[in-house]
């Protein structure tokens, strides 16, 4: 048993000292890494559709040119739940299922207020004077992000994802010292429907 761990550390010893690799495969490596193109983050393109025919006269379904007023966007690339359990004294986990999260998004406020309006129309959708809640056909809607590969703009995005959502939350800051600082909106997006759109 003694022999077997001094053995196994001189093997891990020896597999270490081999893991570096000579200048002429580095560069090689270099040369392959660099060999990708990269995307930016300030490349994406921001969809809002009133798939459901929710709101005719909602900003943010009338006006696409709303969309590029989002100065930051949360793109999920999935989510999941698990469960943890002990074999012995070690733990182990599983995914369980599948699930829906939020989406956070800042917008900058239009002199109108076509965002407030668009996210308080919206949210007023959802929730009746009496207090009851309508069903999700009533006040979800379709959120989109791509994002676009810098050097062929013109071509289909290289990442998109597409999801049913209703509005959660939405809130701004106000100042008085920020005299030249716009007003952004930041909206969280429920996801209802996070897989009826995936691709």
């Keep these: 048993m003694r022999n077997n761990v001094f053995n196994s550390f001189a093997a891990a010893a020896t597999n270490t000292a081999k893991s570096y690799l000579p200048m002429q495969d580095l560069r090689k ?27 005719a006269g909602i900003p943010w379904f009338t006006d696409q040119s709303l969309s590029y007023l989002v100065t930051e966007a949360d793109l999920s690339l999935g989510s999941a739940d698990a469960e943890s359990f002990h074999v012995g ?15 956070d998004m800042t917008f900058i406020e239009t002199s109108t207020g076509a965002i407030f309006k668009s996210f308080r129309a919206c949210y007023d959708l959802a929730f009746n004077k009496d207090g009851t809640v309508n069903v999700p056909k ?9 994002l676009i590969n810098h050097k062929k703009p013109n071509d289909p995005p290289a ?6 959502v209703s509005v959660k939350s939405g809130r701004s800051e106000t100042s008085a010292v920020g005299r030249s600082e716009v007003v952004k909106q930041a909206i969280t997006f429920q996801k209802i429907r996070p897989l009826i759109f995936e691709r």
């Design 29 to 55: 490596m270099y040369g392959e890494v660099r060999a990708h193109e990269i995307l930016l983050q300030c490349m994406y393109v921001v969809t809002i559709e009133d798939i459901y025919g929710i709101g």
């Design 89 to 103: 004294a070690l733990p182990a986990s599983y995914l369980t299922q599948k699930t829906a999260d939020e989406m």
């Design 138 to 146: 009533d006040y979800c809607f379709k959120l989109s992000i791509g």
């Design 159 to 164: 990442v998109t994802r597409s999801w049913i």
